[in-house]
């Protein structure tokens, strides 16, 4: 059987068990299902001028959003030199509107800060669960040259990212794709 290269330093899975990848696949897949692009019909969603949903997106529904960053999976990277999975307990975000900004500490062990705009493609909710699909993209500071080549000539590099979320009234979780990683994130939403 062939051997990925994360499961030579973290062995998350028993023989027989889905792989990493596999279960991003399935979020995804899943996440994309539930939230195709453009599924708000005119009940769902008030017309409002300019901010459409398409490929630019829309606000997310709500105004306020505040979470923690809760485990960052790095299934793209040579995990000899780094870790697998990174505990990002002490790192949080804070989401008003269509910004968001938010700290925690990278796979390296230094404090990174992002500042982004994260925007929605769409959203579905069946029952009381409401699952969406979007992304973020602007900046974050924090990483050098073991992330990428050009990353020592710049205090910031651009990030951008696909993010699926469920949720579930006022609490929910999301998951960022960015780059090499996968952060996985707690929130609690408003307004």
Not at 122 to 144: A, C, K, Q
Not at 145 to 150: K, S, T, Y
């Amino acid at each position: 059987m062939h051997a990925y290269p994360w499961e030579r330093s973290i062995r998350l899975r028993s023989e027989g068990d889905l792989r990493p990848n596999t279960l991003l696949a399935l979020f995804l897949a899943i996440t994309a299902l539930a939230s195709p692009l453009g599924v708000a019909s005119a009940q769902e969603r008030p017309a409002d001028s300019g901010s459409g949903s398409g490929l630019l997106g829309r606000p997310p529904d709500h105004l306020f959003g505040a979470g923690s960053m809760m485990l960052t999976v790095h299934p793209f990277i040579d995990t000899s030199r780094y870790p697998l999975v990174t505990d990002n307990l002490d790192g949080g975000y804070l989401r008003v509107s269509q910004y968001f900004v938010a700290t925690f500490r990278n796979s390296y062990g230094d404090r990174s800060w992002v500042l982004a705009l994260e925007r929605h493609w769409g959203s579905r909710s069946l029952s009381m669960v409401e699952f969406g699909l979007g992304y973020r993209v602007g900046i974050v500071t924090g990483y050098d040259e073991r992330l990428i080549g050009f990353a020592r000539h710049t205090p910031v590099l651009p990030i951008g990212g696909v993010v699926a979320s469920i949720n579930a009234g006022p609490v929910g979780g999301s998951m960022f794709w960015a780059y090499r990683a996968i952060a996985l994130e707690g929130s609690v939403r408003c307004c």
